[in-house]
């Protein structure tokens, strides 16, 4: 079975460029997070979403970045305009509720870089 | 605020001895606890959990400790290996499948 996707691998842009974040979940798995692990903080919940809908962007840290779930098998992360301090890998994980397991299933992450 | 914390960045053990990493937490509320793994280049991977009703949890030569009252826990790894160096991250969880990650600690076998 394939695991959590995500595109690209790794994303090279310059300040002030649109970067877009892509992730396909593990198919059946109805919540979806996206996540950024940094030195500081390790890993920093951005925001989830669970059958598709929005349930807590608390952790999205300004109005530039903003996240999608146009359906189950796709989520994209959008940072606009992008900022060299959000040089950051970028991780997609999914999981599936019930069962009391809270398991979260993690893709190989985007590193990105803002020059 | 940092409710999961993990206050080694690092760690060094010989291997065939004991690996212990440590993971306080601030919030009682947490009823669920897990270990991931994780390599250069890779996402974490899941290693072991424990809900908060046990106290201990073992999987092969992972065992997972629960100190309700001192808000603790570890994970051992006995004995250690060389696969095992990577960085560990112990996560937390209250009633839903949201998890609070600590910062990691590196941990290096040394052959």
């Known amino acids: 079975d394939a695991g959590v996707i995500q595109s690209p691998r790794h994303e090279v842009t310059e300040m002030g460029q649109e970067v877009t974040l892509r992730c396909k979940p593990i198919?059946?798995?109805?919540?979806l997070f996206w996540y950024r692990q940094t030195m500081m903080r390790g890993l920093e919940l951005l925001i989830y979403?669970?059958?598709?809908?929005?349930?807590?962007d608390s952790g999205m840290p300004e109005d530039r970045f903003s996240a999608k779930m146009p359906n189950a098998s796709f989520s994209t992360l959008k940072i606009q305009p992008s900022e060299p301090r959000d040089s950051a890998v970028y991780f997609c994980?999914?999981?599936?509720?019930?069962?009391?397991?809270?398991?979260?299933?993690f893709g190989p992450g985007t590193r990105l870089t803002v020059l | 605020d940092q409710q999961v914390k993990q206050n080694s960045p690092s760690l060094s053990v010989q291997e065939g001895r004991i690996s212990i990493l440590n993971c306080d937490y601030t919030?009682?509320?947490?009823?669920?606890f897990l270990w991931y793994k994780k390599y250069p280049a890779e996402g974490p991977t899941f290693l072991i959990s424990i809900s908060s009703i046990k106290d201990k949890n073992e999987d092969g030569r992972f065992t997972v400790f629960l100190n309700k009252s001192a808000k603790h826990l570890s994970l051992h790894i006995v004995p250690s290996q060389p696969g095992d160096s990577a960085v560990y991250f112990c996560a937390a969880s209250f009633g839903n499948e949201k998890l609070t990650f600590g910062t990691g600690t590196r941990l290096t076998i040394i052959p």
């Open positions: 198919s059946g798995h109805d919540y």
């Open positions: 979403f669970n059958n598709n809908v929005p349930i807590d």
């Open positions: 994980a999914s999981s599936l509720s019930g069962g009391g397991s809270r398991t979260q299933y």
């Open positions: 919030n009682s509320m947490f009823d669920y």
